[in-house]
């Protein structure tokens, strides 16, 4: 890689630097029906924002300020002209609530299904910039907002049954934590952060991977919304395999150093009724660990692959 | 748009300012199996070269050093391993010979046709963009290379005919002429620039639209290769429809104050081998008009629904 890529493949997003002291963070994510989701109960203008949602994730994870994003549409020759326009406003909705432009793009139409890929890209001082590989034994984890909340959203939209609203609208128009990001940044408290996208058990993998680490977490400290347990309880599905192998929660995963724990509480502050929850440590020995009420196991391959 | 937006959508590609006086240039394209390429005749490496290679010309119209590409994939569940490799050999090849760097990207199966979609970045300084909107009338129009070559090949390797090397390869493995797009900015010679990847003919009505202008083009001085004009002699196949209506000729249609003829000729001086051809003028009737041993006509329509 030549020395203006601060950033390759591998993380949330590249982080170029075109000229001295101006990082340009670059990410992409394809949304290819079928696949990332079923527009038999996803709508036109969730589709669009889930797919801007993702790439804003990525950024959000980086630690950078987002700006300006690209569109590349295929569109299935029997889409309704309405979808595409639900699709558009769903996207420039969410853009608008976070001060991005839709500079550029481009729309083809095919006989398979549709496949909305965008680009998005942004800014972020290199001090500040947020790597997933920067994790030290030690550092404390933490997550913002919920987690399972969409994994459920999704499952009952799936099952067709009358989803609950809080659920179903976090898996469809999930809040990427843009803010949340620039503020972990800018106060330069996180030593690692990850998007939730994959689910939580990948992040987890992906932070101790990247830093050469483990994280011995703690499933009793999970912030789990009530709707989510309500569900599961009435539903008698697996909570915890919700929580750790569902993805689409677009929340920040992140470690901190102990002693930067005070600095953390003003960064808490900023984020208002955003929750910042302490959920592991990270540690030496290179395993992954759930504690709970029946003890200690390791953390089960099998989540990673639940969607 | 804000004001960091130098050149929004409907351009080549898009121009924003991160940082007072560092402009990015981005752009994105699509190419779709069964509508943009077809995978019995066009190999694995081909696709990769030339779904780089339309982003590569973007940038070059616009007089941009590209710098870094993302790559998106979309892959059919049959699709052989061995074929995956073969376009990211492709891909990377053109990107080693430009200097581009691919920083990022993802891959996803679907059940679908194939689709690879790029995005490119570069950099340009702000006098030297070359735009779509500002060939006035009188300006001489000038097209690099070669026209009609690609679409002559494509027509060749659709028939199933034993195509031509020469004529195959500029379809298959298309050069962006990223130099000549350098060169014409820095030397601020060309007083607008496009790429030919959608046709002479669409080319010169986007100039033309863009700038509020008209153009003139005689065809007797159209660079049309030998092997071009030898194919269409003995197929009996419409010459003029495929030079203006075809696409996939990565060349550059740009336009000259006639007052710079001058400064065109050092222009040329180093771009060594490459042929500049004079091949119209800019009018200030709105008209396209080919003129030729029989006349003048209005440029057909239908050209541009070619492909």
């Known amino acids: 890689m030549p020395p203006w890529v601060v950033v390759g493949p591998g993380d949330d997003a590249a ?3 075109p000229e001295r002291g101006a990082l340009e963070v ?10 990332h989701f079923d527009r038999r109960f996803v ?7 889930r797919a801007l949602a993702v790439n804003l994730s990525d950024l959000a994870a980086m630690g950078a300020r987002p700006r300006a994003a690209l569109l590349s549409l295929v569109l299935p020759g029997t889409l309704e ?3 595409l326009d639900g699709i558009l406003d769903g996207l420039l909705a969410l853009a608008g609530s976070h001060r991005v432009t839709l ?14 890929d965008v680009t998005a890209t942004g800014s972020v001082s290199r001090r500040r910039v947020l790597r997933r590989s920067s994790a030290r ?8 907002g919920h987690v399972g909340d969409a994994a459920a959203g999704l499952r009952q939209l799936q099952a067709g049954d009358a989803p609950e609203a809080v659920l179903a609208e976090r898996y469809l ?7 949340a990001g620039l503020v972990l940044a800018g106060n330069r408290v996180a030593s690692s952060c990850i998007d939730l996208s994959d689910g939580l058990a990948d992040g987890l993998r992906q932070i101790a991977r990247a830093s050469n680490v483990g994280i011995k977490v703690d499933s009793s400290a999970l912030p789990i919304s009530g709707a989510c347990r309500d569900w599961h309880h009435r539903s008698g599905g697996d909570l915890l395999e919700t929580v750790f192998g569902g ?12 002693a930067y724990r005070k600095r953390l509480r003003a960064v808490t502050r900023q984020l208002g009724d955003l929750p910042i929850t302490p959920i592991g440590v990270v540690t030496k020995e290179r395993d992954l660990v759930v504690s709970g009420a029946n003890g200690m196991r390791a953390l089960p391959t099998g989540f990673e692959h639940f969607r």
Not at 43 to 49: E, M, R
Not at 137 to 144: E, H, I, K, Q, R
Not at 173 to 179: D, E, F, I, L, N
Request: hydrophobic share 35%; net charge negative; no cysteine.
């Open 81 to 83: 002209l309405s979808a």
């Open 15 to 17: 982080v170029i630097e």
């Open 43 to 49: 709508p036109p203008d969730a589709i669009g924002h």
């Open 26 to 35: 670059l990410t992409t994510d394809t949304l290819v029906e079928g696949i």
């Open 173 to 179: 128009r999930p809040q990427p934590r843009v803010r």
């Open 103 to 116: 500079v550029g793009g481009n729309i083809t139409r095919s006989p398979g299904p549709l496949v909305i």
């Open 137 to 144: 034994p030690g550092d404390l984890v933490y997550v913002t």
């Open 247 to 258: 993805g689409d929660d677009y929340e920040l995963l992140f470690t901190v150093k102990s």
